[in-house]
C-alpha cells in the first residue's frame, strides 16, 4: 500500500481543487447563479488567503492565461468579419466614448484628492476596460450572444481587447518608459498583418482549409491541429509585441470562415472548460482577505462609483447609437465591471511607479470584486428592467 506522503501533493491538490469547484459550482447552481463566481469563489478558498492549497500565484496565472486565449479563440469562431464591420459606427465610436467618459468620471473623484494626470488617465483606462471572459460566457449561457444588444456588446469588447495595446503603450510612456525603435516596429508590423489578415478574411469570405479532408474522421490529429491554430496565432502576435489572446481571436475567426467550427468546438471544448476555469480561479487568488477587511469602506465606495458611472456610461453611448433605454441599460449592465486586462494595465502602472503599493492592492482587491458581483448585477438588471428573450 502507498504511503500517503509518497503521493504527488500536485495531484491531492488538482482532486481538492475539483472538489470545492464542485461543492460550491453545485450550491450556485441550486440559486441559478453561473460557474463563474463558483470558480472565483474557490479560488479564494485555495489561495493563501483560504486554505493555502495553492501559493504560487504566478504558475496558477500563467495557466490562467490558456483559458482567456481558449476563450478568444471560441469567440472568434462564433464572429462573423464581414457582419462586424457593417456594425463598425457602435464598437469604434461607443468604445472610445466609454474611455473618454471613464477617464473624465475618474478625473472628477481625483481632482478631491489631488491626484495626477497619468493616474488619472490610468485609473480611467483600467476602469474602462470590461470582462470579455465574463460578459460572453454570461451571453452564451442565456442564449444572448447572437440577440442585437449582445452582438453590440460582443463588438465593443473585442474593441476594448484591441485598444489595450496603445494603452499599454501609452502606460510606459507616462510612467517615463519609452519603447525602443525595434519594439515599435515589431508592433506596426504585427498590427499590419492582423489588419491585413482581416482583409484577406472579409474579400473571401468563405474558404476550405487544404487538409481539413484528410483528417476529417481522425479525431486524435483534430485535436493538435486545433491546438495549433488556436495557440499559434497566440504566439505569433505576441511574438510583435500584441495580445496573445486577441491573436488566438483572429484565428477564430480565420476558423469560422473556413467554415471548420464544428470539429474545433469538439476537439478543444474540454481544454476550454478547465483552463477557463483556471483562470477564474486565478482571479480568485488574488483577493488578499485581510487587505479587503482592513479597506472594506474605501473598497466598497469604489465598486459602487464603478459600477453605477460604468453602467450609465455604457447605457448612454449603447443608447446614442439608436437603442432603446431598456436594451442599453441591460448593455450597460453588461459592461458595469472592470475587465481582466485591466489588471495588465495595472501591473504595468505599478511597475512604471505611476500607482503605489497600496494603490496596486486596492485596484487588484476592486477588479477582482467586480468579476465576482457582475452576474448578480447583471441578473438583478434582468428582474429590475424585465428583460427576456425578445426584448434583446
Avoid at 504558475?59 to 456594425?87: A, C, H, Q, W, Y
Avoid at 496596486?360 to 441578473?379: A, D, M
Wanted: contains cysteine; proline residues 2%.
Amino acid at each position: 500500500m502507498i504511503a500517503l506522503s509518497a503521493l504527488n501533493p500536485e495531484l491531492i491538490n488538482l482532486v481538492l481543487i475539483s472538489v470545492i469547484i464542485i461543492t460550491v459550482g453545485s450550491i450556485l447552481k441550486f440559486f441559478r447563479q453561473p460557474y463563474i463566481i463558483a470558480y472565483i469563489l474557490a479560488g479564494i478558498l485555495i489561495g493563501e488567503n483560504g486554505f493555502g492549497i495553492i501559493t504560487d500565484k504566478e504558475s496558477i496565472r500563467t495557466i490562467g492565461e490558456f483559458g482567456l486565449i481558449l476563450l478568444l479563440f471560441f469567440i472568434g469562431m462564433e464572429i462573423s468579419l464581414p457582419d462586424f464591420v457593417k456594425n463598425w459606427r457602435v464598437p469604434t465610436f461607443g468604445t472610445l466614448l466609454q474611455i473618454l467618459g471613464s477617464v473624465l468620471l475618474v478625473g472628477v473623484i481625483g481632482w478631491g484628492f489631488d491626484w495626477s494626470l497619468n493616474r488619472i488617465i490610468i485609473l480611467g483606462f483600467i476602469t474602462s476596460l470590461s470582462s470579455s471572459a465574463v460578459v460572453i460566457k454570461l451571453l452564451q449561457d442565456n442564449n444572448e450572444s447572437q440577440t442585437e444588444i449582445g452582438q453590440n456588446v460582443i463588438s465593443i469588447l473585442l474593441t476594448q481587447d484591441i485598444l489595450i495595446v496603445p494603452m499599454l503603450i501609452l502606460t510606459s510612456y507616462l510612467g517615463g518608459a519609452i519603447p525602443s525603435t525595434e519594439e515599435v516596429v515589431l508592433q506596426l508590423i504585427g498590427g499590419g498583418l492582423l489588419i491585413g489578415g482581416m482583409i484577406w478574411i472579409l474579400r473571401t469570405k468563405e474558404f476550405s482549409l487544404p487538409f481539413s479532408d484528410k483528417i476529417e474522421e481522425d479525431h486524435e490529429m483534430q485535436v493538435f491541429v486545433a491546438i495549433i491554430f488556436c495557440f499559434g496565432f497566440a504566439v505569433l502576435t505576441a511574438f510583435f509585441g500584441i495580445s496573445a489572446a486577441l491573436g488566438a481571436f483572429v484565428g477564430g475567426m480565420v476558423v469560422h470562415a473556413a467554415r471548420s467550427t464544428q470539429w474545433f468546438h469538439e476537439s478543444l471544448h474540454s481544454f476550454r472548460v478547465v483552463f477557463v476555469a483556471i483562470f477564474f480561479a486565478s482571479v480568485g487568488m488574488l483577493i488578499d482577505v485581510s487587505f479587503l477587511l482592513a479597506n472594506w469602506k474605501i473598497i466598497s465606495l469604489l465598486i459602487i462609483a464603478v459600477y453605477l458611472g460604468n453602467h450609465f456610461i455604457n447605457a448612454a453611448v449603447i443608447h446614442y447609437f439608436g437603442r432603446n433605454w431598456k436594451r442599453s441599460l441591460y448593455g450597460g449592465a453588461l459592461l458595469a465591471q472592470i475587465g481582466e486586462l485591466s489588471f495588465v494595465v495595472t501591473t504595468t502602472a505599478f511597475h512604471a511607479a505611476i500607482i503605489s503599493d497600496f494603490e496596486y492592492q486596492l485596484t487588484i482587491i476592486v477588479i477582482s470584486l467586480t468579476l465576482l458581483i457582475s452576474p448578480f448585477w447583471i441578473s438583478a438588471t434582468r428582474k429590475i428592467l424585465k428583460i427576456d428573450q425578445q426584448a434583446i
